[in-house]
């Protein structure tokens, strides 16, 4: 049930029985797939997606590019493995970039906790060739969502 798997992923508030409808099938044949993609790996988990900036939240988020030398038997996988356990990467990316091998998203509370992190945390790992950090100053658009486009009523514009 692709359509299932879709539907969760850009609308995860949706209840069995709104699946159910939408796919035209019973809530116990959602609840059952649902069950058997979580116990398969296929579904990872649920996230709510907020506008922290709205929320008030202060934090910096960057963009980490790093050139790696990848270990004997396990390339890139042992190093990317060790940074993702730090609470400050959210995302690890390997990409297929000639400047780069992976790409990491990170969150701190301020820029000069973000510096701390590459600096002392991510730059000293053995097999860290370089990096490069990218601050975000404004995000636009997420997971498909788009931030802070609040609908104006275009009856304003009428004079």
């Known amino acids: 049930m692709k359509e299932l798997l879709e539907l969760l992923e850009n609308e995860g508030n949706l209840n069995h029985e709104q699946l159910a ?72 990316y390997l990409m297929s970039s000639a400047k780069y091998d992976l790409l990491l998203n990170i969150e701190g509370r301020t820029f000069r906790d973000v510096a701390y992190f590459v600096s002392y945390k991510l730059a000293p790992l053995e097999n860290i060739v370089s990096t490069a950090t990218h601050f975000v100053l404004k995000k636009y658009k997420d997971k498909g969502t788009v931030f802070g486009n609040e609908s104006r009523d275009e009856r304003e514009n009428i004079i």
Do not use: H, N
Not at 32 to 40: G, H, V
Not at 44 to 52: A, E, N, Q, R, S
Not at 63 to 72: D, G, T
């Open 21 to 92: 409808s939408m796919l035209d099938t019973t809530p116990e044949i959602v609840r059952k797939e649902i069950a058997e993609y979580e116990s398969e790996g296929i579904i990872l988990g649920y996230k709510t997606l907020i506008d922290w900036d709205k929320a008030g939240k202060e934090y910096v988020s960057a963009f980490i590019e790093l050139k790696v030398s990848p270990q004997i038997d396990e390339g890139f996988d042992a190093i990317a493995a060790r940074i993702y356990e730090y609470p400050e990467v959210k995302s690890v």
